[in-house]
T-cell receptor, first 108, second 112 residues
Framework: DAKTTQPPSMDCAEGRAANLPCNHS???????VYWYRQIHSQGPQYIIH???NNETNEMASLIITEDRKSSTLILPHATLRDTAVYYC?????????FGAGTILRVKS | SQTIHQWPATLVQPVGSPLSLECTVE??????LYWYRQAAGRGLQLLFY??????ISSEVPQNLSASRPQDRQFILSSKKLLLSDSGFYLC???????????FGPGTRLLVL
């Protein structure tokens, strides 16, 4: 079973920041937090991952709380092409357990 | 750069027929390889993973098998397909020394 909890859906206005929350209260000390997204009919796309520190790349930022029990994925300027299912996963990397994810709908 | 290929992209097969799906990775050596399945409207389920040639770990009992005949080739097979084998099959790879998995484009299988 997935070890993360995400809201089933969220809406975001185009051009605004999308903040996607994830709870992972049972995360162990050496598990990473991964974020993937899946656009309809495509394979999942890796977005970002982190262990303890906040991370940023060209796609998004990942904010991990100090106790590591929750995190937030931030898409700074959402576009219509960011509409997808976003998955938050905690793992050592070898086995990814996907939950239901959050359906993000970006609207114009 | 690394690239992952899957074929075919779509497949329609009758119940009871055999199955062979192929996944290959370019631009890397000794990757970890994975097969996932996604049923319609559901999340991804890990089916098999391999850390090297001939080494296969099965995550769930099922009608499918996997093989890794070459370092960068991973094959998913079945002797007799069931209706419940329909779904979106995804291959993924992970550099042995790093954490992140990268997914291929997937094969959509419909068993009739």
């Amino acid at each position: 079973d997935a070890k993360t909890t995400q809201p089933p859906s969220m809406d975001c206005a185009e051009g605004r920041a999308a903040n996607l929350p994830c709870n992972h209260s049972t995360i162990s000390g050496n598990e990473y937090v991964y974020w993937y997204r899946q656009i309809h009919s495509q394979g999942p796309q890796y977005i970002i991952h982190g262990l303890k520190n906040n991370e940023t790349n060209e796609m998004a930022s990942l904010i991990i709380t100090e106790d590591r029990k929750s995190s937030t994925l931030i898409l700074p300027h959402a576009t219509l092409r960011d509409t997808a299912v976003y998955y938050c996963i905690t793992s050592y990397g070898n086995k990814l357990v996907f939950g239901a994810g959050t359906i993000l709908r970006v609207k114009s | 750069s690394q690239t992952i290929h899957q074929w075919p992209a779509t497949l329609v097969q009758p119940v009871g027929s055999p199955l062979s799906l192929e996944c290959t990775v370019e631009g890397t050596s000794n990757p970890n390889l994975y097969w996932y399945r996604q049923a319609a409207g559901r999340g991804l389920q890990l089916l098999f993973y391999s850390v090297g040639i001939g080494q296969i770990s099965s995550e769930v009992p099922q009608n499918l098998s996997a093989s890794r005949p070459q370092d960068r080739q991973f094959i998913l097979s079945s002797k007799k397909l069931l209706l419940s084998d329909s779904g979106f099959y995804l291959c993924a790879w992970r550099p042995g020394s790093r954490e992140t998995q990268y997914f291929g484009p997937g094969t959509r299988l419909l068993v009739l």
